[in-house]
């Protein structure tokens, strides 16, 4: 399994907008691509402009045609604007806990 986290920090006052864009999209991600087994949205506690976000993928194809949905191409037609900087870790996943739970 492949995966990327994403850190994204915002420009301000556009983490609203950012998340109306987002958020679909990471639903659509885990719904519709069978190859997409994660997608989190994660907001850091002390800096609420800066977003991680924490996909699986199959693999680095799945990855690639992620990038082609068109609830990928829609929402980075919106968020491109919002991001004042962003970082990528490029990582494979050694052990996975999928029956976790929040707060559990």
């Avoid at 087994?37 to 693999?59: G, K, N, S």
Wanted: glycine fraction near 4%.
């Amino acid at each position: 399994m492949y995966c990327i986290i994403v850190q994204t920090r915002l420009k301000a006052g556009t983490r609203e907008r950012f998340l109306a864009a987002m958020l679909p999209n990471a639903e659509a991600s885990v719904r519709d691509e069978p190859g997409c087994l994660a997608f989190d949205v994660l907001e850091d506690r002390d800096t609420p402009e800066l977003i991680h976000l924490y996909e699986i993928y199959t693999d680095q194809q799945a990855l690639a045609a992620h990038k082609e949905t068109s609830h990928y191409k829609a929402s980075r037609a919106i968020v491109n604007e919002l991001i004042a900087e962003q970082a990528v870790i490029r990582a494979d996943v050694l052990a996975t806990n999928p029956g976790a739970r929040p707060g559990g």
